[in-house]
């Protein structure tokens, strides 16, 4: 009986490597088609994490390539800052040895006195490889940012002068801007800016989650922004009322309430060329007070049927299972988490979306 369980062992050893071989070719997308590539801020609490210990980590270019590679992505977004040729030159290497794509991010010139140092890494960017340069105009939320109207649009006044500085600069570099809906203009507020400049070397990066905050129908979004698109983040949604609104959280793709496929589907069809980026964020829900004034103040004549719509859409689509909060976790179960959450979002997109 021991020299037959032996035996029985050793042939399930030497068939491992097969069987593992097999399962992983099962699993990855096909060689020419397209891959899911990885944003930065994917990995925010390895980021918080470096940053605690002081050390670039994942931030650095070249080390972000390096991990997103391993993790079987086609491609990355990243900052990559001003750079010096030796350090381009092996960035540039390192993507193209992998097979990889890369996406640049870049914050645009505040005032004339910051093209310069948009410019260089307009070019630091281009020399690397990179032919997209994703870019907001807001960092943070819309409602949060700002308590009044006048605020709103003086921002606007001054985003709108930061990217026609920053046109001139990329259809000179003959690269792409991408700006993305970040949770500061709706959909037809974005794609009025974007019609105004009238630029072919100026896009949209399509967050294909960020505008529910803004009380609007993702798909809708996707549909009336994919003829603008450039780059995407493609997340996945899950969303549970609280007192004075809803929350909103990134979750796994396939574990939320978006029609994934339909959403992949629009963005292709519209640009069969454009990269797709996962952009799953491990941390706490957000809280988009709609119920409070504070959250209406810089929306005119905003009709109540869109608070109406999105509030049914949050009843019919709330999760199950209560929203997970990161925060309350040990940072060695964050990471864990984070590295959990990206890992079923990549086989997820793999085995069901082509990618």
């Given at each position: 009986?021991?020299?037959?369980?032996?035996?029985?062992?050793?042939?399930?050893?030497?068939?491992?490597?097969?069987?593992?071989?097999?399962?992983?070719?099962?699993?990855?997308?096909?060689?020419?088609?397209?891959?899911?590539?990885?944003?930065?801020?994917?990995?925010?609490?390895?980021?918080?994490?470096?940053?605690?210990?002081?050390?670039?980590?994942?931030?650095?270019?070249?080390?972000?390539?390096?991990?997103?590679?391993?993790?079987?992505?086609?491609?990355?977004?990243?900052?990559?800052?001003?750079?010096?040729?030796?350090?381009?030159?092996?960035?540039?290497?390192?993507?193209?040895?992998?097979?990889?794509?890369?996406?640049?991010?870049?914050?645009?010139?505040?005032?004339?006195?910051?093209?310069?140092?948009?410019?260089?890494?307009?070019?630091?960017?281009?020399?690397?490889?990179?032919?997209?340069?994703?870019?907001?105009?807001?960092?943070?939320?819309?409602?949060?940012?700002?308590?009044?109207?006048?605020?709103?649009?003086?921002?606007?006044?001054?985003?709108?002068?930061?990217?026609?500085?920053?046109?001139?600069?990329?259809?000179?570099?003959?690269?792409?801007?991408?700006?993305?809906?970040?949770?500061?203009?709706?959909?037809?507020?974005?794609?009025?800016?974007?019609?105004?400049?009238?630029?072919?070397?100026?896009?949209?990066?399509?967050?294909?989650?960020?505008?529910?905050?803004?009380?609007?129908?993702?798909?809708?979004?996707?549909?009336?922004?994919?003829?603008?698109?450039?780059?995407?983040?493609?997340?996945?949604?899950?969303?549970?009322?609280?007192?004075?609104?809803?929350?909103?959280?990134?979750?796994?793709?396939?574990?939320?309430?978006?029609?994934?496929?339909?959403?992949?589907?629009?963005?292709?069809?519209?640009?069969?060329?454009?990269?797709l980026n996962l952009e799953?964020?491990?941390?706490?829900?957000?809280?988009?007070?709609?119920?409070?004034?504070?959250?209406?103040?810089?929306?005119?004549?905003?009709?109540?049927?869109?608070?109406?719509?999105?509030?049914?859409?949050?009843?019919?689509?709330?999760?199950?299972?209560?929203?997970?909060?990161?925060s309350e976790l040990p940072?060695?179960?964050?990471?864990?988490?984070?590295?959990?959450?990206?890992?079923?979002?990549?086989?997820?997109?793999?085995?069901?979306?082509?990618?």
């Amino acid at each position: 009986m021991a020299l037959n369980r032996r035996r029985w062992l050793a042939a399930c050893a030497a068939g491992l490597p097969a069987l593992v071989d097999h399962f992983a070719r099962a699993a990855a997308p096909a060689e020419d088609g397209p891959r899911l590539g990885m944003v930065l801020y994917s990995f925010s609490v390895r980021l918080a994490a470096d940053r605690k210990a002081n050390t670039l980590g994942i931030s650095d270019p070249l080390t972000f390539v390096e991990h997103c590679h391993e993790r079987g992505a086609g491609g990355v977004q990243v900052p990559i800052g001003v750079r010096d040729p030796a350090y381009i030159a092996k960035l540039r290497e390192k993507v193209a040895a992998y097979g990889m794509y890369l996406e640049g991010s870049v914050r645009l010139p505040q005032n004339r006195a910051d093209v310069e140092r948009f410019t260089t890494e307009v070019r630091t960017a281009r020399e690397s490889g990179a032919t997209v340069l994703r870019t907001v105009s807001l960092s943070g939320r819309r409602y949060e940012t700002f308590a009044t109207a006048a605020a709103f649009r003086e921002w606007a006044d001054r985003a709108w002068q930061a990217l026609t500085l920053a046109e001139p600069v990329v259809a000179r570099q003959d690269m792409v801007l991408a700006v993305e809906n970040h949770k500061d203009r709706r959909t037809e507020e974005l794609v009025g800016l974007l019609k105004r400049l009238d630029s072919r070397h100026v896009g949209a990066c399509v967050d294909t989650g960020n505008n529910l905050s803004l009380l609007e129908e993702p798909l809708e979004v996707v549909e009336a922004l994919a003829p603008w698109a450039r780059s995407v983040h493609l997340m996945d949604m899950a969303v549970a009322e609280y007192a004075e609104g809803f929350l909103l959280a990134e979750v796994p793709l396939g574990d939320g309430f978006l029609d994934l496929k339909k959403v992949v589907g629009t963005l292709q069809r519209a640009r069969p060329e454009i990269h797709l980026n996962l952009e799953m964020i491990t941390r706490d829900p957000l809280k988009v007070p709609c119920l409070t004034p504070r959250y209406w103040a810089t929306f005119d004549n905003l009709p109540g049927c869109y608070l109406a719509q999105t509030l049914a859409l949050v009843r019919k689509q709330a999760s199950a299972r209560p929203l997970a909060r990161i925060s309350e976790l040990p940072r060695e179960r964050q990471l864990a988490l984070e590295e959990e959450n990206i890992r079923r979002s990549v086989a997820y997109a793999r085995r069901h979306l082509g990618l």
